[in-house]
């Protein structure tokens, strides 16, 4: 069996990336998203058979997936709650690439969002009695995710001799990308290396402009049949492969930290869409901190291991380089809607595989490889995505 | 309350791992091996993770172990750290293979090295816990 070619996208959906939510609610925003992705594709909310939701950061409630369906019309014979953390919206993919092949469903809104809004806002990491990290990690401060990958960006410093002048080289290669995206959080504010080197450290050795900036927003991308796709008014995306690895949850407990996951996943994703990283012609890969960058590139196979700090530095990032990499601007540019961020590096794929990323369109872009990742590099979902 | 009260979060141990707590109590810090299989584990579970066989034993730790990875943390996780900053947050890889999560303490920030060699020390935060922080060996 394999999903090559199972479903495509037909529709994105993806609200402008905001500070705040203005007093609405994350399952407002995400329902906004899904609308978007429903219009895009050219569909009624009856030709939607299928649901897939993430869970917003503030916390869910249970049977989340039909609370959202009720609000969004939507009657699914498929529907379920994926919570991979940042890998989510790829999970979803190719979950609802499968759902249709085996025939569950024809038509399938993955959704995911958040709401930063302080009215909303939970406070996260709340102790929970009978879980591992409340009990073995908090009590030695850990700073969330951060401090997670700040462990992995140090082991890869000690053991390869990656820089922070590298790692900072792929923060500013995306705020590049993010000044060509109006839609973009930091859009009209270019960055130097020395801007990034020079910026507070928050955990070494990761700068303040390494580190993602959490804000509101939704994303949704509706999977259909190809045969469906085509009746659609955009050129459809075939999911040509799909891999997922899921190795741990804390950092502390990783098989190994800087040869993560990703390898396992990427290499299924290539091997089910029958090519290589050479081929691959648009990066979108999961980028909470520039070290998840560093360790995809590597990891993914498009540099030896330990090699991705020279690779940032010989090659343009650009979406106008030689070697495109999240030409939305990223999450570190674009911003991070909760899981939206991850979902992120899938609506940018489609739009350049569409031909239909204005302004800063990588030319003859007909395959793209995207990577999710959750946790501190825990959760791995790849995606070989092509032009239809 | 008084402001000397440790405001920390506190390991709220659970039948599997009160075992664990109350050996750091004690100054010695222990893993759980696998009777059937040998395999060593932290944090504790109910069964072996390897084989799932439910025999399981605490073997006394020599406290050696290494920096695995660490970061500086110059940004308080809660209120309750912000007097620690900057403070080592670090996984330390025992001789005997578990890793865990784990602080750096008795030396400044600059000298914590991934490989560094590491010695368990043993932090009497409140009468009832202990935690189990690592200094450079000696």
Known sequence: MTLRKAAAIAGIGELKPMRQSDGRSALHLMAEAGRLAILDAGMTPGEVDGLLVAPPLQGVPVTFPSIVAEYLGLQPSYCDIVDLGGASGAGQVWRAAAAIQAGMCHTVLCLTGDAQDPQTFYQRGATVWGLPAPEFDRPYGPMGANSGYAMAASRHMALYGTTSRQLAKIAVDQRTNACANPDALFYGKPITVDDVLNSRLVVDPLHLLEIVMPCSGAAAVLVTSPERARQAPHPPVLLLGAGEKVTHAAPYYAPDLTCTGIAAAARQAFTMAGVTPQDIDLVSVYDCYTITVAITLEDAGFCAKGQAGPFVEEHDLTWKGDFPVNTHGGQLSFGQPGLAGGMSHVTEAVRQLRGEAHGRQVKNCELAYVNGNGGVLSEEVSLILARG | ?138
């Open chain 2, 1 to 138: 309350m008084t402001t000397t009260e440790y405001q920390k979060p506190l390991p709220r141990p659970t039948v599997v791992s009160q075992p664990f707590w109350e050996a750091a109590r004690q100054h010695r810090l222990v893993v759980q091996e696998c009777r059937r299989c040998g395999h060593r584990q932290h944090y504790p579970r109910p069964f072996c993770v390897r084989c799932l066989g439910t025999e399981l034993s605490w073997r006394e730790c020599s406290g050696r172990g290494t920096v695995y990875a660490f970061t500086v943390v110059r940004q308080a996780a809660s209120a309750a750290f912000a007097p620690d900053i900057p403070y080592v947050l670090a996984t330390v890889e025992l001789e005997e293979g578990p890793r865990l999560a784990t602080n750096i303490v008795g030396c400044p920030p600059e000298a914590v090295r991934v490989g560094l060699p590491v010695q368990a020390v043993f932090e009497d935060v409140t009468p009832e816990a202990t935690l189990i922080k690592f200094r450079p060996a000696s």
